[in-house]
């Protein structure tokens, strides 16, 4: 048998996304395994998690390191040592690095709460309700130096109703995520996921 994707996954707080993937990977729906699980926030939900499914974890705090090359070195360090083959931003509320991105290359993937490229950046879904538009969604994509503008693989259309708040559309799009970001890391693992330029390709 192939070996396991080895997945490094970081997060910053609530890690409903997380427990997507590990919930799929214990059913056996996504073949790949979850090697480290890294916090920015020492109060992250997520470590919970982490704990209950016996996952390692490491926290490392924003505020511990004087500059950013110097927290993504240690980050980049983490995941190497854990022979991370993909990196799975689920809810990490920080700017990757070209230097990251230059030690996990086309290997980073992030998943965001609206259908790009409309509504990049912090609270995808609260845009996306005060702007009025009809259908929203989420998006998984690789990272890029930009922010949320990397090639697309999958992405999932939500209708927004005329009774949506902010909260039941950004209840509604996470129900999607929780599908889709398995998916793509699937297809990852499967070798089915080529990038063109900007443009993903899923073979067959
Ligand atoms: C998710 O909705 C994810 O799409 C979003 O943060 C939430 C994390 O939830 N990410 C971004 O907005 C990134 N720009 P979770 O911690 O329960 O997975």
Redesign the pocket.
């Known amino acids: 048998m192939a070996d396991l994707l080895k997945l490094g996954v970081l ?10 993937i590990i919930d799929h990977i214990e059913r056996g729906s996504l073949k790949a395994t979850i090697k480290i699980i890294i916090s920015n926030n020492p109060d ?1 939900f ?1 470590i919970t998690r982490a704990k209950k499914h016996g996952i390692p974890f490491v926290v490392l705090k924003n505020s511990d390191f004087t500059s950013k090359e110097e927290f993504d070195s240690e980050l980049i360090k983490t995941l190497k040592d854990h022979g991370v083959d993909l990196v799975i ?5 920080r700017i990757i690095s070209p230097a990251f991105l230059k030690a996990f290359p086309n290997k980073v993937m ?4 609206a259908l790009l490229p409309s509504f ?6 609260r845009q996306a309700w005060e702007y009025g538009v009809k259908f929203s969604g ?1 998006t998984v994509h690789f990272v890029d130096e930009g922010m ?1 503008t990397g090639p697309i693989i999958i992405q999932r259309v939500v209708p927004v109703q005329d009774d949506d708040t902010e909260e039941t559309l ?1 209840a509604r ?2 129900t999607e ?1 929780h599908k889709i970001y398995p998916q793509a890391i699937q297809l990852y693992a499967d070798g089915k996921i080529e990038i063109k330029g900007r443009k993903v390709h899923i073979k067959n």
């Open positions: 997060i910053s707080g609530n890690g409903s996304n997380l427990q997507s992250a997520g931003l689920a809810g990490f509320m992030n998943i965001h709460p990049p950046g912090l609270h995808g879904q989420c949320d950004a799009i996470l995520e």
